[in-house]
């Protein structure tokens, strides 16, 4: 089992940051891969960023490319997204997700991510 927690969300303007942060607590956190999702009002969850265990493999959606940054402090058992230039469409509730095994190439789809966190806001306004 796993847990996690998101914190780090807020309201921010158009071209600022913000940090995100997940705990996770359990299995022990650098067995497995992080993912990052998000869900804006009326629309399907979506990837956003992924990091494999030893946080060499990373990849993120097409949308938050250049912008978004992922990576993880095994010690602290914590992954991070770190959000640059936000914009308004970057508006969502974001939430971390852990497998329970291996992904490969289904990185960016939830279905094969088992534990979520509680989501954390993020409102950028213009």
């Known amino acids: 089992q796993v847990q996690l927690v998101e914190s780090g969300g807020g309201l921010v303007q158009a071209g600022g940051s913000l940090r995100l942060s997940c705990a996770a607590s359990g299995r022990t956190f650098s067995t497995y891969a992080m993912g990052w999702f998000r869900q804006a009002p009326g629309k399907e969850r979506e990837f956003v960023a992924y990091i494999n265990w030893s946080g060499v493999g990373i990849y993120y959606a097409d949308s938050v490319k250049g912008r978004f940054t992922i990576s993880r402090d095994n010690a602290k058992n914590t992954v991070y997204l770190q959000m640059n230039s936000l914009k308004p469409e970057d508006t969502a509730v974001y939430y971390c997700?852990?497998?329970?095994?291996?992904?490969?190439?289904?990185?960016?789809?939830?279905?094969?991510?088992?534990?979520w966190g509680q989501g954390t806001q993020v409102t950028v306004s213009s």
């Open positions: 997700a852990a497998p329970s095994g291996g992904l490969g190439g289904t990185y960016f789809q939830s279905q094969w991510y088992n534990y």
